[in-house]
């Protein structure tokens, strides 16, 4: 958006041009990053063996800027929920049947996290499942047809806690071809290391407070990102040893070493977090849901011994989207006080910019940074939580709030100014 502001006198038509491409006329961004609003929704097709009919169960979800589709990990009529955003439709639904469902116990559904990677050939996709378990997808490129038969991986070795329940998340190491998967639901909760060309787990990491690892006792762990600057994994721990604001761990991309381990309380964070969504920016900076804080986000740099920062304004969330193009992240905060929301932050200086209400338990986000459109599941209605915007349950989209053109400004500006420099001849 460009804003116009009075100049001093003009002498001539050199002048004129002058104060148009810049100085006199004042010509300047309004704000860094997009403010956003909500633009429609997309329905969600039913299948036949989703007796209630509505979209209620589901998990997380991922966004390819290639195709322009986006994946969303949906229990309710198990399957991979496939939508484009294109024309924001509904496109097929990958793997139906093959995934655990929404079990009576969350501790088992599936599916639950997924990782979508370019590899030769195509696409991978990786998807979490219960009882421990996770599936991966060999995709052609345009990130539909499903190449041969899915494979299941069991992360239920000798030596894990029983039960293991379900695999949340799931991340791939393309530089190594890795996967790592983490049992979020056991006690302790431990992440294994598969071999993406054989399906072969090379290493089991129990969390138990051995081997150098932290102890996360009951308490599980989350989020778990390739991050790309780094070359390494990351795993969200909402806590060490069962106290605390929890924090990150960086392990190896090769063989699931220890690299670091960031204890937020160790690091000076005042207040709680329990880290359950990741996403990084531009660098190796990342954005750290709190989904046991009312007060805050942390922003974690992990750069030599590491640094974090707070953001206040939003909190309670799980999954974290980033826009690379417009370098805004997207936070969807189930548990904010007052109720949930869509928290924004500018990915450049990670100050606060925006938030927009959601509906009930959203904890879903995808961003298409194409079109800048931002996807959110919205769940069904609830006898003490209606949802106004489908009963059923749907997906929300936003997109930024149209700018106004720079050249119809430029040239009404044009204009006046030329008007006042006849005037001043005449």
Known sequence: MLRLYACGKVAGLNALLLTT?????????????PLYEFVTTIPIPVASSNSAGTFTGYDLSTFDPKTQLYYLTDRSNN?????????????????????????????????????????????????????????????MPDGLTVVGTPRTTSTALPGTPTPPNRVDGVAFAPTTNKILAANNASNPGFVTLTDNTTGTVTRLIKLDGTGGFPNV???????????????????????????????????????????????FNAMGLSGGCGPTGMAQG??????????????????????????IKSVPQV???????FDPKRNVFLEAARFQPGGPVLGIFDGATTSFLQTLPITFNDHSVAVDPITGEVFVAFGAST?????????AGCI???????????????????AALAMIALRRRA
């Open 282 to 307: 531009l660098g190796a900076a990342m954005v750290v849901a709190c989904g046991d804080s009312p007060t805050q986000t942390i922003v974690l740099d992990p750069t030599g011994a590491g640094t």
């Open 79 to 139: 399957g991979i929920d496939v939508f484009t955003s294109k024309t924001n439709s509904f496109v097929e639904r990958i793997g139906s049947g093959l995934f655990a469902g929404a079990t009576p116990s969350n501790d088992n559904a599936g599916p639950n996290g997924i990782a979508l990677a370019d590899v030769a050939g195509g696409k991978l996709l990786v998807v979490g499942d219960g009882p421990s378990t996770f599936k991966t997808f060999t995709l």
């Open 315 to 321: 909190s309670g969330g799980d999954q974290v989207a």
């Open 217 to 263: 006792n009951g308490d599980g762990v989350e989020a778990t990102i390739f991050n790309t600057t780094r070359g390494s994994f990351f795993v969200a721990v909402p806590k060490f040893n069962g106290v605390g604001a929890g924090g990150v761990i960086e392990l190896s991309a090769s063989n699931g070493d220890l690299l670091h381990t960031y204890d």
């Open 21 to 33: 491409v810049g100085l006199c006329l004042g010509a300047r961004p309004a704000v860094a990053a």
């Open 383 to 391: 006898a003490s939580n209606p949802n106004a915007y489908c009963p």
């Open 396 to 414: 929300g989209v936003f997109a930024p709030v149209p700018e106004p053109g720079s050249l119809p400004i430029l040239a009404t500006a044009l």
